[in-house]
Nanobody, 121 residues
Framework: QVQLVESGGGLVQAGGSLRLSCAASGSFLSINAMGWYRQAPGKQRELVATITSGGSTNYADSVKGRFTISRDNAKNTVSLQMNSLKPEDTAVYYC???????????????WGQGTQVTVSS
């Protein structure tokens, strides 16, 4: 069983910063891509940023230049540094990881429980 545990959400004023972290634990061979998604009330879940095991990154246009994703492959963690936060960044943020359990099986997506980020104006 694989678990993803997020931390670091909270309440911040517009223009402030927060750092989210996610740690993967359990029995697995490796983790391919990791990422952050968010879901605001009444909206669909959307991609925020992803990072491959090799360090290639991808960002939603709405967060480019403000958010930075990073990972530590040795610790199986992924982080999201969020700067210049805006009220429209308010959402529940979810960590995602494509995890290789067995060599004969394709990677499987696992999700964290979500952490609330609220940005006040």
């Amino acid at each position: 069983q694989v678990q993803l545990v997020e931390s670091g959400g909270g309440l911040v004023q517009a223009g402030g910063s927060l750092r989210l972290s996610c740690a993967a634990s359990g029995s697995f061979l490796s983790i391919n891509a990791m990422g952050w998604y968010r879901q605001a009330p009444g909206k669909q879940r959307e991609l925020v940023a992803t990072i491959t095991s090799g360090g290639s990154t991808n960002y939603a246009d709405s967060v480019k230049g403000r958010f930075t994703i990073s990972r530590d492959n040795a610790k199986n963690t992924v982080s999201l540094q969020m700067n210049s936060l805006k009220p429209e960044d308010t959402a529940v943020y979810y960590c995602d990881a494509a995890v290789l359990i067995r060599f004969a099986l394709p990677p499987r997506d696992y999700w964290g429980q979500g952490t609330q980020v609220t940005v006040s104006s």
